[in-house]
């Protein structure tokens, strides 16, 4: 395996303009716990929050793309300021080519590039 030096990865990580996100297992560790009416209550770790607004502060548009619809997830967006939430979306590359349209990203049949 060819492995980068920090150079190589600063000069790669430097080029990164969209960072799309699903929200079950990735910014939670998957379970889903359900009140007593049935709402669906999800736990956010802080340092994925943490993380998202870094990247934000440096200019890269951070977007949620999930199958799931979870009022949970519009408010930590809110407060993390991440504007491009798209839930309820089974079919994930539809919603990929929204956020790349908001980017400077183009969104190819095979993928993204920039």
Avoid at 30 to 48: I, N, T
Avoid at 51 to 66: E, F
Wanted: proline share 1%; glycine share 12%; aromatic share 4%.
């Amino acid at each position: 395996m060819n492995m980068l030096n920090e150079a190589q990865l600063r000069e790669r990580a430097a080029a990164i303009r969209l960072l799309v996100l699903d929200v079950d297992g990735v910014l939670t560790d998957g379970r889903l716990y359900f009140s007593a009416q049935g709402e669906a209550l999800k736990a956010f770790h802080v340092r994925d929050g943490a993380g998202i607004v870094q990247l934000r502060k440096l200019g890269v548009l951070v977007a949620i793309i999930s199958g799931r619809n979870s009022p949970a997830v519009d408010f930590r967006m809110r407060e993390l300021g991440v504007s491009y939430v798209k839930q309820g979306i089974s079919d994930k590359q539809s919603g990929l080519t929204g956020a790349a349209a908001g980017s400077e990203v183009e969104s190819t049949s095979s993928g993204l590039c920039r």
